[in-house]
């Protein structure tokens, strides 16, 4: 049997060990990393609200009801600030209510588990982020996984598969680690086709697509056809914490069996203030402003890459991978970026599956134009030299 040391150092022979990087001062755009200024392009921070000045005053507000909540929600944490928050997302996502986690893995682990168990059918992208997948092994559900976007094939499996109890689709609504989008149209056809529960984690989508920020559904035009609307408060809105936005029975179901919820400490005020800023602030004209210039700094950074000869696997969105493989030819390109001052993050094995090792880089819409350009320059010249393109 290995120790624990024995693993740690076969993990660094493989390339897949992993350490943390610390970040000195706020979130933006550019940060200070070892000591030297850094061109950030490996943030969830889409709209750059996570440092923005709205966000920063309604935190502080939010002190005025104390630091923490104390317990809870169903003991003595539930405040007037999870109430307020709860029905500004409930408006926001067009449900009829919503209930508050304290994070996205504890949502997915928490709703996936409520909502189906022994004897019910879960239909699972096989790229869905591993909470969903956590969140199914909990349930003891039969849990049936379909290729990437098949429709085809999860259509088989809801004919084949699932007997007489609950089945839920659950779909991650944007790929985290490969920025396309879930085939929502033809999965909510499905779901009312063959009785199921339709489930979407739009992390990645929430505030940055749509033409109001709703999400990817409000993109595909197809916001009533899910039943439950998981999302994040930590990426696009700039805070922290997550959600369910259901109809009123769902979310009563949930309060009652989701233990990640029933068994946690509520969110503290001053992170439920500043969520309720950041979907007022994606909901104003500013809002609107961000995600045109968002969806323009993706447009000319992949133009970029395109020209340089990268493959960024179909990304749809403002989650750009590019393509390398093996896990110490991923490490070695992001560790050259960071001597040239681009902060980028190699994605290996469990994350994505060996051989598929990938650059993971994320628009931002406060980054500006001219150093979009530069960096993409400078990845072509890495990737050049370390023979990837």
Not at 222 to 247: E, N, Q
Request: aromatic share 6%.
């Amino acid at each position: 049997m290995q120790t624990f040391a024995e693993e740690l150092e076969a993990l660094r022979a493989e390339g897949l060990y992993r350490s943390m990087r610390v970040v000195k001062g706020a979130q933006g755009s550019r940060v200070e990393l070892d000591g030297k200024q850094v061109l950030m392009l490996c943030s969830n921070n889409y709209l750059g609200l996570a440092d923005h000045p709205e966000l920063r005053s309604a935190a502080v507000f939010g002190v005025a009801f104390g630091v923490g909540s104390g317990a809870s929600r169903l003991v003595s944490g539930t405040m007037e600030l999870h109430d307020k928050l709860e029905e500004r997302i409930a408006s926001f996502k067009g449900t009829e209510k919503a209930l508050l986690f304290n994070s996205g893995y504890a949502a997915n682990t928490g709703i996936v588990s409520a909502l189906v168990g022994r004897g019910d059918a879960i239909f699972s992208d096989r790229l869905n982020h591993a909470s969903i997948i956590d969140g199914a092994l909990l349930s003891r559900a039969d849990l049936h996984r379909y290729p990437h976007r098949d429709t085809a094939a999860l259509e088989r499996l809801l004919r084949d598969k699932g007997g007489n109890g609950r089945r839920l689709i659950v779909t991650d609504g944007v790929f985290s680690m490969d920025g396309d989008i879930a085939p929502l149209q033809d999965l909510v056809r499905l779901a009312k086709q063959y009785g199921a529960l339709l489930m979407v984690d739009d992390a990645h989508g929430t505030g940055v697509l749509g033409a109001t920020g709703r999400g990817s559904g409000e993109l595909m035009g197809v916001m009533d056809g899910i039943d439950i609307h998981m999302g994040t408060l930590g990426k696009g809105l700039g805070s922290f914490g997550a959600y369910a936005a259901a109809s009123a029975t769902i979310c009563e179901y949930l309060v009652n069996k989701a233990r990640s919820f029933i068994f946690s400490t509520s969110l503290p005020p001053a992170v439920l203030a500043a969520s309720i800023a950041a979907i007022e602030l994606v909901d104003s004209p500013q809002g609107k402003e961000l995600r045109e210039k968002l969806a323009a700094n993706t447009a000319l950074f992949k133009e970029k890459l395109a020209q340089a000869g990268f493959d960024t696997m179909g990304s749809e969105t403002q989650i750009v991978p590019i393509f390398v493989g093996p896990a110490d030819a991923t490490m070695e390109f992001s560790k050259e970026l960071l001597e040239r001052g681009i902060f980028v993050q190699g994605i290996r094995p469990p994350t994505v599956p060996s051989g598929s090792c990938r650059l993971r880089c994320t628009i931002m819409a406060t980054h500006e134009p001219g150093e979009l350009e530069e960096a993409a320059g400078i990845i072509a010249e890495v990737g050049k030299k370390l023979g990837v393109v």
